[in-house]
């Protein structure tokens, strides 16, 4: 199987931890210079960008979060000025405020270089044609798929995400080889081409790279049956870089930390102390060659671990293993990144109190499903049906704006919804991850 | 001259209706009429009760959500043409009905005719100047 870039890939420990130290001090350096936010985070605690010589110094740098990202919407934690930015992305926000990130044309090379060694993991090679069904625009999967391939030499159909008939009539006619979509999109695609009656030898397909959303090795197992394929799971997040953080190789053994660019560790989310390799606990990120939006110790929020031993791939690059749950309330619904809170907002503008509310996410077949039920109350009731089917309809369409995705409403008693310890239980995922 | 009618929400499920009646007569409650309108989802039950003030404290003690809906009733003759007749006169005067729904009297045994309408002022106004008998609330209540 090809490794991308075996000099990066499977450079040995003491080598990568020198070019990480040698790296993470640019990268302070630069941030102290360049974004107020770092500079003040550090004269807190007294840091300067000098005290920063080695990776050995990653644990004295302050953590970043989320809300920083949004409390500084949308260019300001950017550490170049916009006339080198070339490309801007964005994620859903959850109250309204999205996150953005920016990249220079460095940044872009960076993202394509880790996005190569992605897409190469799955066996590609420049011989291959590629599908990618991940959608294009402000989501960074399309494009930061797109490139990385394009780097590579692959052929690139940019048929973007949906369009099942179309998917299926060009994954013929075109001979695609490699395919990039969520897993439950795959799973989607291997009943359509059942349904369908498709002979196998029409469809070319040995190797998929999946990410975006959680899924189980059940799941894997399903799609590389049906659908006959080598199936990888990726990991990325917008606010690192976009998908290229980290994949699988076929080894299966964990994801690959493209980490002589991420630097990862694993903390105690509580403590926020860090842990050791094997240790349980929330994966965090330190981006050491960004230019644009470089972020110091981001908490992904995610729950993983690492293994820095060698894989027997040849690549020495640590693993994390496939991402098992969130430290926060976020599900991944779909490829689209949903907190309750956001339902939440959707139902305070009903009244001065939300009602209570729950969600339920399961399988429609392959594709996730979500249900809000909404308790009926004194304020919300009416005698008139039409005037609760509006209700349902209003927010129906107001959670669908909200999140991106569509969602049933239901409308339930009073107290139906179970509560522990007096807060109710705002989400039942049934999809067994 | 309005009668309270009581609304209660209810999901559509197995033995809702059983509990709502569970609960009226463990608090002494006797039904006058009742009337519900059901989607797949969930249902709207209407009641006409002896002692509202009373049934929705006891529905509401139970957790259901409950609205009062101020409604009309009126008695007509019980034969042909009678709740025609009166349906006319409010279409006449432009006065649309959200829904309705009737039942016999015991003392009087002519038909007892709830009508929910936006404006129940002018509803009255106009069945009493064509002649229709408006019942009075407690008279609907205990009767």
Request: hydrophobic share 40%; proline share 4%.
């Amino acid at each position: 199987m090809t490794i991308w870039n075996p000099e990066y890939e499977c450079m040995g420990d003491e080598e990568k931890r020198e070019l990480q130290g040698k790296r993470l001090a640019e990268t302070v350096a630069h941030v102290y210079r360049n974004v107020p936010f770092y500079k003040k985070k550090m004269d807190d605690i007294g840091l300067e960008p000098g005290d920063v010589r080695s990776i050995d110094n990653l644990k004295d740098l302050p953590f970043t979060y989320k809300t920083d990202l949004r409390e500084h919407y949308p260019f300001g934690m950017f550490a170049v000025p916009m006339d080198e930015v070339v490309r801007i992305h964005a994620s859903s926000g959850t109250t309204g405020k999205r996150t953005v990130v920016g990249y220079t044309k460095e940044d872009i090379d960076t993202w394509a270089e880790v996005m190569a060694r992605t897409i190469s993991a799955c066996g590609a090679t420049k011989a291959d044609t590629l599908q990618n069904a991940y959608g294009y625009g402000l989501f960074t999967g399309g494009l930061g798929v797109h490139y990385g391939a394009e780097k590579i030499g692959m052929s690139v159909i940019p048929i973007s995400g949906g369009n099942t008939k179309r998917q299926i009539e060009l994954m013929q006619d075109f001979g695609s080889t490699i395919i990039s979509c969520t897993p439950s999109y795959a799973l989607y695609l291997a009943e359509v081409l059942e349904e369908q009656g498709i002979d196998r030898s029409k469809i070319k397909l040995k190797a998929g790279i999946f990410g975006a959303e959680p899924w189980s090795e059940n799941m894997r197992k399903d799609i590389e049956e049906r659908l006959g394929v080598l199936a990888i799971d990726i990991y990325g997040l917008s606010e690192i870089i976009g998908p290229g953080v980290s994949q699988e190789c076929p080894e299966k053994c964990g994801l690959h930390v493209n980490d002589d660019h991420f630097i990862p560790e694993i903390i105690d989310p509580d403590t926020e102390e860090v842990l050791g390799y094997g240790e349980q606990g929330e994966i965090v990120f330190t981006t050491v060659t960004k230019k644009a939006l470089p972020l110091l110790r981001y908490r992904t929020r995610d729950i993983s671990k690492l293994d820095n031993k060698p894989c027997a791939c040849g690549r020495t690059s640590y693993r994390m293993e496939k991402v098992t749950g969130r430290t926060d309330d976020m599900l991944i619904i779909r490829g689209v990144n949903v907190f309750p809170t956001q339902i939440e907002s959707v139902l305070l503008e009903l009244g001065e109190t939300a009602p209570h509310y729950q969600l339920i996410v399961s399988k429609a077949g392959t594709m996730d499903a979500l249900e809000v039920q909404v308790e009926m109350t004194q304020a919300l009731f009416s005698d008139e049906v039409k005037k609760i089917e509006d209700l349902e309809r209003k927010l129906r369409f107001n959670i669908e704006s909200t999140l991106a995705i569509s969602a049933k409403v239901t409308l339930v008693e009073p107290k139906t919804i179970a509560r522990s310890e007096g807060k109710a239980k705002r989400v039942i995922d049934n999809r067994n991850l | 001259m309005l009668v309270k009618q009581i609304s209660v929400f209810l999901e559509n499920k197995e033995g809702r209706v059983a509990q709502v009646a569970r609960i009226l007569s463990d608090a002494g409650i006797n039904i006058r009429a009742l009337s519900i309108a059901d989607t797949t989802e969930f249902g709207i039950l209407r009641l006409i009760v002896d002692k509202p003030p009373v049934a929705e404290k006891a529905l509401r003690g139970e957790g259901l959500t409950v609205s009062i809906t101020e409604v009309i009733a009126i008695s007509i003759e019980d034969e042909p043409g009678g709740l025609a007749d009166a349906l006319q006169v409010l279409h006449e005067d432009k006065i649309s009905v959200e829904y309705i729904y009737a039942f016999i009297s015991k003392t009087s045994h002519k038909a007892n005719v709830i009508l929910r309408v936006e404006d129940c002022d002018r509803a009255i106004e106009s069945l009493q100047a064509n002649g229709f008998e408006v019942l009075k609330a407690d008279d609907v209540y205990n009767q």
